[in-house]
């Protein structure tokens, strides 16, 4: 998660706050729309898969534990 961590503090450099596990990324606006196609690019290197967005919904990104669990956790 440090990578995904890295990339919103990149797009967001006056960010003084800690980012953890339950930090609401789209409230607080740490994932913006407009680089928000971006995120999925990245999300894609790292998980080396393609992510269908049609079946995805906001909360799929709302934290980063969520990220875990819908893009890197092992699938049942």
């Known amino acids: 998660m440090e990578e995904i961590i890295n990339w919103i503090r990149s797009k967001n450099p006056d960010l003084d706050a800690e980012i953890t596990g339950d930090t609401d990324l789209i409230e607080s ?25 049609t079946s995805l919904s906001v909360a799929d990104f709302r934290t980063i534990d969520r990220i875990n669990e819908n893009f890197f956790a092992p699938v049942a």
Do not use: Y
């Open 29 to 53: 606006r740490l994932i913006a729309s407009v680089s928000f196609l971006e995120f999925i690019g990245l999300l894609e290197e790292l998980t080396g898969r393609q992510i269908d967005v």
